[in-house]
């Protein structure tokens, strides 16, 4: 089972959420801050990390890990 991690939008900027977690693992004051520490944790435990824009959605993900679909080539 894989905990990816997740880059949200909060009240006071934005955080980095591991799923199942109920806490942020931390806060940051902009996007850029959070998914650089995202992509630290995420290239240490071989993960993937999901970026979320402001609307919620996620604009972008990242594979650190096996992933299971390499692109071809």
Same mark, same amino acid.
């Given at each position: 089972?894989?905990?990816? /991690?997740?880059? !949200?939008? %909060? &009240?006071?900027?934005? *955080? !980095?959420?591991? +799923?199942? *977690? &109920?806490? @942020?693992?931390?806060?940051?004051?902009?996007? $850029? +801050? *959070? /998914?650089?520490? $995202?992509?630290?944790? $995420? %290239? %240490?435990? #071989?993960? +993937? !990390?999901? /970026?979320?824009?402001? @609307? #919620?959605? /996620?604009? +972008?993900?990242?594979?650190?890990?096996? @992933?299971?679909?390499?692109?071809?080539?």
């Amino acid at each position: 089972m894989s905990n990816n /991690i997740h880059v !949200v939008q %909060r &009240e006071t900027g934005w *955080a !980095v959420l591991r +799923e199942g *977690a &109920e806490r @942020d693992s931390s806060h940051h004051q902009t996007q $850029a +801050e *959070a /998914i650089e520490q $995202a992509t630290t944790t $995420a %290239r %240490r435990e #071989g993960i +993937e !990390v999901l /970026i979320h824009g402001q @609307d #919620g959605k /996620i604009r +972008e993900r990242n594979s650190y890990g096996n @992933d299971p679909f390499p692109p071809r080539g």
